[in-house]
């Protein structure tokens, strides 16, 4: 009896459900979903999909870890079995096999935490004094004539940077102030570097290195390096790390660079490409320009010659000769119409002597009678003579009077 009743108040678990019953505990608890683990890494495995899967233990424990294709594409970290790391991440379970494991999402080696804290203090204090303020910055020049540069002499950054220069602009002036680039001989030459190249006046300076752990670029974050660059005279470009690096002095610098490369890139925004499409564009304004010129020239010019002409003695005697032409046309028109009124007059005077005309009147029928004694005219019948000559138009005859 107390058997019968002790198995019907125990709960039937199959394995599948305890293990999904545990994964659940896990994955609501929400210290284990947000985890920081250190230890040292064995058993590492990267197999074609891209995930990375490795133990991370200790000298009491073990843990299994495992870290998806997406985000072991951002890991900067370099991994390798019997390294010492820090693992963020969340716990579950992995049910085909009931084990529980860390899902990793981040890596970093040890002791890179700490500096992360030292970074972001140090941070807040240099901001807090508006170090880093935007307007604290200054204009990158659009064509140097002197760049300086501050990295290793023997990295492969400076090889880049120099190959970029010549690439894109071969004109510019180079002065390199080498420098370590890390350990703890590196901040003090760092700041000695910038400060030596103000006797070479360059118009930007380019402080560089290549990538590297957080360690690797911590002398970019000392303060004495950080104050150097944004004390510096020159307008300076950070180009620390690789493109997902930040330090302080790409705080402080006047611009940031991703990359050396594209630090020396962001030096010469204009290229010998630029220049020689500038200098076909001036050409090409200055040809413009000129025959414009010379088109109002000559404009002017030929303004100048029909003035000129206008104003010649030549022209005025050519008026002249016009002139006189006109006036002598004119002159003797006049004269012509004068003389074509004096023969109308005269014509009429002589049309009216012709009706004047004794002879035009004999004509006519009328006779002149004069006196044959004395020649008198006789207009009245007292005045007859005894005879008298009679005069027609075409001859005299005698008559008596007969009383």
């Known amino acids: 009896m107390q058997a019968?009743?002790?198995?019907?108040?125990?709960?039937?678990?199959?394995?599948?459900?305890?293990?999904?019953?545990?994964?659940?505990?896990?994955?609501e608890n929400e210290v284990l979903q947000d985890v920081w683990v250190q230890g040292e890494i064995s058993n590492l495995s990267r197999p074609a999909s891209g995930h990375i899967y490795f133990t991370l233990k200790d000298s009491s424990a073990a843990l299994r870890c495992v870290m998806w294709k997406t985000s072991a594409a951002r890991l900067g970290t370099p991994l390798q079995d019997g390294k010492a790391i820090e693992v963020h991440g969340r716990i579950g379970i992995y049910e085909v096999s009931g084990q529980y494991q860390l899902y990793a999402d981040q890596i970093r080696p040890v002791g890179e935490g700490a500096?992360?804290?030292?970074?972001?203090?140090?941070?807040?204090?240099?901001?807090a004094e508006g170090l880093f303020a935007p307007e604290r910055k200054r204009l990158i020049p659009m064509f140097p004539k002197r760049i300086g540069i501050v990295t290793s002499a023997t990295g492969a950054a400076l090889r880049d940077m120099l190959n970029t220069l010549k690439r894109r602009l071969p004109l510019v002036e180079v002065f390199?102030?080498?420098s370590p680039v890390q350990g703890i001989e590196a901040p003090p030459a760092l700041v000695k570097a910038i400060q030596s190249l103000a006797v070479h006046s360059p118009d930007v300076i380019l402080l560089a290195r290549g990538g590297g752990s957080i360690e690797d670029l911590w002398a970019f974050n000392d303060e004495r390096v950080v104050r150097a660059v944004a004390m510096s005279a020159v307008?300076?470009?950070?180009g620390v790390g690789h493109e997902t690096d930040f330090t302080l002095c790409d705080f402080a610098a006047d611009l940031r660079a991703p990359t050396p490369t594209a630090a020396a890139e962001l030096a010469t925004p204009i290229t010998m490409i630029d220049l020689g499409a500038g200098l076909q564009s001036y050409k090409t304004r200055i040809l413009s320009a000129t025959l414009n010129l010379l088109a109002e020239q000559k404009t002017s010019l030929s303004s100048l010659g029909s003035e000129l002409r206008y104003l010649s003695p030549d022209r005025r005697i050519q008026s002249g000769r016009q002139r006189v032409d006109e006036l002598a046309r004119r002159a003797r028109s006049s004269l012509f119409h004068h003389l074509q009124l004096q023969s109308a007059q005269v014509k009429g005077m002589q049309r009216r002597l012709q009706a004047l005309n004794p002879m035009e009147v004999l004509r006519r029928g009328y006779?002149?009678?004069?006196?044959?004694?004395d020649g008198s005219v006789v207009s009245r019948v007292a005045q007859a003579g005894d005879e008298m000559n009679v005069r027609v138009s075409d001859g005299e005859f005698v008559v008596k009077h007969s009383r």
Do not use: G
């Open 4 to 27: 019968s009743l002790f198995s019907q108040n125990v709960q039937q678990w199959t394995v599948s459900k305890l293990t999904f019953f545990i994964r659940k505990l896990l994955e």
């Open 115 to 127: 500096l992360y804290q030292e970074f972001m203090l140090l941070k807040a204090m240099l901001e």
């Open 176 to 178: 390199l102030a080498a």
């Open 235 to 238: 307008p300076i470009i950070c």
């Open 367 to 373: 006779a002149v009678v004069t006196r044959k004694d």
